[in-house]
């Protein structure tokens, strides 16, 4: 275990269990409806899209997206390989929280559909006619999944050189974890 420092790039691992961190962690994810989905082309063009999501007891993170927009294609010819941020942007400057994810993402399969659908309905908080169809078969539109395997939360910032500077900091979690607060609310 070790604090942030210059030397892990200001990631601590100290909180890593601590049960408020990981609280916060699922505040983040509970209180924010869009997050920002980074991805690569496989010439190396980054492309950032907000997107809206849902997410299940096991963390996964779902969206629907035209097949041919950027990230998309970016997500098929990357072999999955995504970044997941997740923040308030509406905050004055210094006080944000933010949760990153690296992890997996692909297009869902047909037989789980109609269930995360419902999770993107009930995430709306409106009453939206869709079917299945309009995400398979000959739709230009998909459902997508993200499965994260490393996160990190904002930790404190901490003064550092002279005069005092200002550094963010993150704190590195167990997905596993924070899988079992989503699990075990209380």
Not at 6 to 14: C, D, G, L, P, Q
Not at 15 to 36: C, G, L, M, W
Not at 57 to 64: F, G, P, R, T
Not at 90 to 107: D, I, K
Request: hydrophobic fraction near 35%.
């Amino acid at each position: 275990m070790e604090s942030a420092a210059e030397t892990n790039k200001w990631v601590s691992t100290i909180d890593s269990k601590n049960p408020e961190v990981i609280a916060k962690a699922q505040r983040i994810i509970v209180s924010n409806i869009y997050y920002t989905l980074p991805t690569c082309s496989v010439d190396g063009v980054p492309w950032a899209s907000p997107v809206f999501f849902a997410y299940d007891e096991k963390l996964n993170i779902y969206w629907s997206s035209a097949i041919t927009s950027n990230h998309s294609q970016n997500i098929y010819h990357n072999k999955g390989r995504v970044a997941v941020a997740i923040f308030n942007s509406s905050v004055s400057e210094g006080t944000g929280e933010g949760l990153y994810f690296y992890g997996t993402a692909s297009e869902l399969g047909s037989e789980r559909t109609p269930q995360v659908m419902q999770l993107l309905l009930h995430r709306t908080g409106k009453q939206l006619i869709r079917t299945p169809e309009d995400y398979l078969d000959e739709s230009p539109r998909r459902i997508y999944q993200f499965q994260p395997q490393s996160a990190w939360v904002t930790g404190e910032r901490l003064p550092v050189g002279s005069p005092n500077r200002l550094v963010d900091t993150k704190i590195q979690i167990n997905v596993s974890d924070l899988q079992l607060a989503f699990q075990n609310p209380a």
